[in-house]
């Protein structure tokens, strides 16, 4: 493969050519109107526009994309995560026109992308899921039968649906038909598939997903696990690597399990297996990510693999570099989302330009981003400005090193996540560990992260809710207690 396309734009578009650079691969960037001054565009030994902002002229516009790529004769294309990513029927045309997709089948996605489908491979291999109905429910009637076997609270999901999306909750029988007729409804208008199904809902969750990534020779190991349970929304806010809450022996279980759910569908490639862990540590199979996912760097630290030279080493027909038993966690990771929303405004994005950009560094410091000073945020995609990930030896050293981090971070002209993400690491309830889902709704008041009534009076009501971490030193939580109402401040916009 001596040259790939990345049919992305932004950090992950920046972080695929990294690895293409370090391989002798040459890239080929395609962009839209809003992206021409872009790193991304200027990084690739190639760029070609493809049309105006809207991502539906532009980076989901699977033909246009194919022509640039057969007219420029690359090898490769990587879709990146979002947009094209998990498209099967754009993979099967890469495919058809002599250009080796940078991922998996397109069968592959097919059977994952759907819920349902996926549940079935997974079935074979014995893999734990929540009790529930087996397929999808044909009529009202089958789902009340169903829902009171199952018992309440219950969920109906559409098969078709992801991220929380098309999801309902039902607390008693007497709620079932309207839920399942507006869950279908929904499902319908939002998938053109109003397939939907019932679980029984598992109260306070973790978000644990398994990095697998498998060879076109049938070997396929897991890169262990990232815990995603901090999520507003069901927009993931900090992730981390390994989780605080694995034992070795659940570990493997996981990961095992993980690497089947693969085999259920020959895998090839870099994919997330992602499981419910419940607060008696029982497992369960949600759904899987047939893309590279946003925060894969968390796994890259603790792990020292890249990924992405990975996915290309697979796709280029090579067999796996290492095996299960050669693969082990060194350290912790953490990642934090910086998205140009603001957190005292109900994280409504923020549009503007940077017009302070100063990304921190040092020791044991990540950035992606694709963003530089002065550039305006475009407003037609994710507001995502950047990720930026710390590597400890120690979890506490990971999160320390973050804190120092964000406020090294120097962001104006836009609100940004970052207080709020600081706000997630100082607090009691992520630093111990003893989170779940339900960590930003329990726990985030937009008010804690406002300093109209100056520093002291932050520090004290902090104190006094119980909210700031006592860290593993004492000092440690002291000197974050004492500056963190000013540093909160200092990522603020106009300070
Ligand atoms: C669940 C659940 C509880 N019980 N399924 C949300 C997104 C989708 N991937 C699955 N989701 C959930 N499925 C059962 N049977 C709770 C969630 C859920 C959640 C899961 C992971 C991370 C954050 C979440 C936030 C709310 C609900």
Sequence with gaps: MKRILIANRGEIALRVMRSCKEMGISTVAVFSEADRGAPFVRYADEAVCIGPPPSAKSYLDGDKIIKVAKELKVDGIHPGYGFLSENAEFAAKVKKAGITFIGPSPEAMDMMGDKLSAKAAAKKYKIPMVPGSEGSIKDVKEGKKIASETGFPLLIKASAGGGGKGMRIVERIEDFEEQMKLAVSEATSAFGDGSVFIERYVAGPRHIEIQILGDTHGNIVYLFERECSIQRRHQKVVEEAPSS???????????????????????????????????????????????????????????????????????????????????????????????????CNNFLPDIGTLSTYRIPKGTGVRVDDGFEEGMPIPIYYDPMIAKLITWGKTRQEAIDRMVRAIDEYQITGVETTL?????????????????????????????????????????????????????????????????????????????
């Design 245 to 343: 809450v694995l034992t070795p022996a659940l570990r493997k279980q996981m990961g095992e399990c993980a690497v089947n759910v693969g085999k259920a569908c020959d895998y090839t490639g870099a994919g997330t297996v992602e499981f419910l862990l419940d607060e008696n540590n029982n497992f369960y199979f949600l759904e899987m990510n047939t893309r590279l996912q946003v925060e894969h760097p968390v796994t890259e630290m603790i792990t020292g693999i890249d990924l992405v030279k990975e996915q290309i080493k697979v796709a280029r027909g090579e067999k796996l570099g290492f095996k299960q038993e050669d693969l082990s966690i060194s350290g912790h990771a953490v990642e934090v989302r910086v998205y140009a929303e603001d957190p």
């Design 419 to 495: 207080s709020f993400c600081k706000f997630v690491l100082l607090h009691k309830a992520f630093t111990s560990g003893k989170f779940d889902t339900h960590f930003v709704k329990q726990h985030f008041k937009p008010e804690y992260l406002s300093v109209e009534d100056g520093e002291e009076a932050i520090t004290a009501a902090l104190f006094a809710s119980h909210i700031l971490a006592e860290g593993s030193t004492k000092k440690t939580a002291t000197a974050a207690a004492t500056s963190s109402g000013s540093r909160w401040k200092k990522n603020r916009t106009q300070d």
